[in-house]
C-alpha cells in the first residue's frame, strides 16, 4: 500500500511561514489535497490538487509538490490557522490520509 | 448549496451492526455532480476512508474494511446509508460524510458535520 508521511508537529511564530511536509514515494506523480481540521470540528479543503486553492481561502495558503514531497505553505501565519493539517492523495482508488500535522501558532 | 447530514445511533453494542445515514440536500445525488464517501477519524487520530458510492451506485471500499460495509443510496430520499457489520470497541470514531469534486481530482470538498459512535457494551 502507498504510506504518507507527515511530521507530528510544526510551531510557527505569529505572521511568519510555517512548511507542513506530505512525503510518500514519488508523490509528485499524484494530486494531493489538503485539509485543515480544528477541534470539534469537521476538515476542510484549503489546497486541492497540489496548490488550487477553494474560494473563499485566504491567499496565506498555499500547496507544491515535486519528487516526494507535498507541501502546504502557510504565509503570516495567523492565530486562527493553529489545527492540524492532513495531506491526501487518490491511489489504485483508493483514499489515503497523511497522519497529520498539528500547527502551533506561537 | 449543498448540505451534508450524517445521523444514527450515538451507542452500538459490540458485534452488532453499525448504521448510519447521510441526508443531502441542496443537490440531487442523481445529478452526477459529485460520489459521497464515508470517513472515520478514531478519537484522537487520523483520517480513515471507508468508502464511496457513485450517483450511479457502484461502490469502492477500504480493503481493511471491505468484509464488513456495505454503502448504499436511497434516492428517494436523497440519503446515503453506511452499514458496518461486527462492530468492536476499535469501531469507535466519528463518521463523516464528505462529497467530492470530481474537477478537482476527487477533493473533498464539502463535508458533514460529523456523528461520534461509540462501540461499548
Known amino acids: 500500500s502507498y504510506d504518507l508521511t507527515q511530521p507530528p508537529s510544526v510551531s510557527v511564530a505569529l505572521g511568519q511561514t510555517a512548511t507542513i511536509p506530505c512525503g510518500g514515494n514519488?508523490?509528485?506523480?499524484?494530486?494531493v489535497h489538503w485539509y485543515q481540521q480544528k477541534p470539534g470540528q469537521a476538515p476542510l479543503l484549503v489546497i486541492y490538487?497540489?496548490?488550487g486553492r477553494p474560494s473563499g481561502l485566504p491567499e496565506r495558503f498555499s500547496g507544491s509538490n515535486s519528487g516526494h514531497t507535498a507541501t502546504l505553505t502557510i504565509f503570516r501565519a495567523q492565530v486562527e490557522d493553529e489545527a492540524d493539517y492532513f495531506c491526501?492523495?487518490?491511489?489504485?482508488?483508493?483514499?489515503?490520509f497523511g497522519p497529520g500535522t498539528k500547527v502551533t501558532v506561537l | 448549496q449543498v448540505q451534508l447530514q450524517e445521523s444514527g445511533p450515538g451507542l452500538v453494542r459490540p458485534s452488532q451492526t453499525l448504521s448510519l445515514t447521510c441526508s443531502v440536500s441542496?443537490?440531487?445525488?442523481?445529478?452526477?455532480?459529485?460520489?459521497l464517501y464515508w470517513i472515520r477519524q478514531h478519537p484522537g487520530k487520523g483520517l480513515e476512508w471507508i468508502g464511496y458510492?457513485?450517483?450511479?451506485?457502484?461502490?469502492s471500499y477500504n480493503p481493511s474494511l471491505k468484509s464488513r460495509i456495505s454503502i448504499s443510496v436511497d434516492t428517494s430520499q436523497n440519503q446515503v446509508s453506511l452499514k458496518l457489520d461486527s462492530v468492536s470497541a476499535a469501531d469507535t470514531a466519528v463518521y463523516y460524510c464528505?462529497?467530492?469534486?470530481?474537477?478537482?481530482?476527487?477533493?473533498?470538498?464539502?463535508w458533514g458535520p460529523g456523528t461520534m459512535v461509540t462501540v461499548s457494551s
Open positions: 490538487r497540489d496548490s
Open positions: 514519488n508523490i509528485g506523480g499524484k494530486h
Open positions: 458510492i457513485s450517483h450511479s451506485g457502484r461502490t
Open positions: 441542496g443537490d440531487s445525488i442523481t445529478s452526477g455532480h459529485f460520489y
Open positions: 464528505a462529497k467530492d469534486r470530481p474537477q478537482w481530482s476527487n477533493a473533498f470538498d464539502l
Open positions: 491526501q492523495v487518490w491511489d489504485s482508488d483508493l483514499h489515503l
